[in-house]
């Protein structure tokens, strides 16, 4: 397993039950082959530039470890998720 540090930027017009209810689905992807560290919710942030017509996003920063299969499964479904605008996922040294 290796460490990770994944990014999550939420649309800012999402109720918190929603936004809860998809990262709840995401912390279900990354348990099934590892664990979460921390997670460091940062709330809404302006965003430097401007992503479908929104210019503040509900920021989330989990640590974690996991397998590649779970990033992979992650990032799909981080691409079919609406309330998701952008996020990113990288190796933690």
């Not at 017009?13 to 995401?26: A, G, M, T």
């Not at 302006?46 to 210019?55: P, Q, T």
Request: hydrophobic share 40%; no cysteine.
């Amino acid at each position: 397993m290796r460490n990770y540090e994944g990014v999550i930027i939420f649309a800012p017009n999402l109720e918190e039950e929603s936004r809860n209810k998809v990262f709840e689905r995401f912390k279900g992807i990354i348990e099934t082959t590892g664990s979460i560290n921390n997670i460091d919710e940062w709330g809404m942030r302006k965003l430097a530039y401007e992503i479908n017509d929104f210019k503040e996003g509900y920021y989330i920063i989990v640590k974690f470890q996991a397998e590649s299969e779970s990033i992979n499964e992650l990032d799909r479904v981080a691409k079919i998720t609406d309330q998701v605008i952008r996020h990113m996922v990288v190796k933690d040294e």
